[in-house]
């Protein structure tokens, strides 16, 4: 008779893991750092990983698989320590259209005594991504090696760049494959995912913005409640202090949706040229969270307060124009950003008629798309130049509804209608404030 072969455990080869998951069977942890492994060297192939998002979508985690696949994701590469005078400190969005607050976020919080190593991410499903804004700064790197990252860290206060080679691996693989199967939406997915990343940054402190609304992944308030205690439980468990805020996303946070327009966007909010008030609610919100997580301020409100000063004295917006010149982009930005971000070659203005009852905003972030400055497949180019300005919000009346930036007359025309499409006439709407709801592990 002949002796049986020595095997891996059926729990650990990643068609049965994906099967387990499937059929709603617990995983136990040891299947899933082999996954995740698989996943960071290859072995696990591209379909695989996608079988695994579809059967983790419907069939979800636990809270010791959630904790067990963030810390496996985080673990996939490097991870980070820092020795700075001051707190490392973070925020995430879980995106929504026209969310360009990381941006300005980042250099005033720097420029508050935190230390922010931001690490964000292309575009998802319908929202924007912070990592292709930057894409259209010319010469800015937004992925440096580690050395370089750690060395603006310290002399800026801050850097914001993508997904490296060396931290979080896997859920750089994992988050463009959900992008293009459907499986954006997964609350374990979502979780595992930003904190893998913020884990492997080596982070004192960190703030998250849970969208909610129609331009958001979580549509109900139910659920983006359960997104925020799931992240905050989840970090909390892994020694990560966090607190979460659910903003308002049935509406555009700011006026503009697209890349470049957005970049000139934050570059007009922190010089002071524009200063919208529900974009500037969030910001000052998300900081001042970010300000108490890391001790930096006794309360909310006295963060605010030198947040404000930030911006008023010209030290954000400095930060902002120092972070970009010390990662390869022009040292004037914030003087002559027209010269320098790319600008499309057809505008179109969209004028109103009525006042403006409600908006779908998910449709306007998958405009944005339609005009090429999204992807459809992990492999396709973004144009940095399209999008839209002068977006109206719920309640106006009369004028603009929106200004079309795209690359020919034909995607103009597409872009128009999807615009149109997207607002809704009638009696305007009660107002929702821009923050709902404060979350943290209390």
């Not at 985080?74 to 925020?91: M, Q």
């Not at 360009?100 to 250099?107: E, F, I, K, Q, Y």
């Not at 939406?185 to 930003?194: G, H, K």
């Amino acid at each position: 008779m002949p002796l049986p072969q020595e095997r891996l455990p059926q729990e650990r080869l990643p068609q049965e893991t994906i099967r387990a998951k499937r059929d709603g069977q617990p995983l136990e942890p040891e299947a899933i750092d082999a996954f995740i492994r698989g996943l960071t060297d290859g072995t696990v192939g591209e379909g695989q990983a996608a079988a695994f998002a579809m059967a983790v979508f419907f069939r979800g985690l636990s809270l010791p698989e959630r904790v067990a696949l963030t810390r496996a994701m985080a673990e996939s590469g490097r991870v980070l320590a820092w020795d700075l005078p001051g707190p490392v400190l973070d925020k995430h969005s879980t995106g929504g259209i026209g969310d360009a607050v990381s941006l300005p976020l980042a250099p005033m919080v720097a420029a508050c005594g935190g230390y922010v190593p931001m690490i964000s991410g292309r575009g998802l499903g319908h929202t924007g991504g912070t990592l292709d804004k930057l894409g259209s700064i010319p010469g800015y790197d937004a992925t440096p090696g580690l050395d370089a990252f750690r060395r603006v860290v310290g002399t800026v206060g801050c850097a914001i760049i993508g997904q490296t080679a060396e931290l979080a691996p896997a859920d750089r693989r994992l988050y463009a494959i959900r992008d293009v199967t459907g499986t954006v939406e997964s609350r374990d997915l979502i979780t595992a995912s930003i904190l893998s990343k913020k884990l492997a940054a080596g982070l004192d402190g960190l703030v998250m913005d849970v969208k909610q609304g129609s331009g958001a992944f979580m549509a109900t308030l139910p659920e983006a409640r359960a997104l925020a205690g799931s992240i905050v439980t989840v970090a909390e468990g892994a020694g990560l202090h966090t607190a979460a805020l659910i903003t308002d996303m049935d509406a555009p946070l700011a006026s503009a949706a697209g890349n470049a327009v957005e970049v000139a966007y934050a570059i007009d909010y922190l010089t002071g040229a524009r200063r919208e008030p529900r974009f500037h609610a969030v910001t000052v919100a998300l900081g001042a969270e970010m300000l108490v997580v890391g001790g930096l301020a006794p309360d909310r409100d006295s963060a605010a307060e030198r947040l404000e000063r930030a911006l008023a004295s010209g030290r954000a917006a400095e930060g902002f124009g120092r972070m970009v010149a010390a990662l390869g982009g022009p040292g004037d930005l914030l003087e002559r950003p027209a010269a320098h971000l790319p600008a499309a070659p057809v505008r179109r203005a969209v004028r109103q008629d009525g006042t403006v009852a409600g908006i779908a905003t998910r449709a306007l972030g998958l405009a944005v798309i339609g005009l090429g400055g999204g992807r459809t497949r992990p492999e396709d180019p973004v144009d940095p130049r399209v999008g839209f300005t002068d977006l109206a919000g719920p309640g106006s009346s009369g004028g603009l509804l929106g200004i079309v930036h795209a690359a020919d007359e034909a995607a103009a025309d597409r872009a128009e209608a999807a615009l149109r499409a997207a607002y809704r006439m009638g009696d305007a709407p009660t107002e929702r404030p821009p923050v709902l709801e404060r979350v943290d592990a209390g």
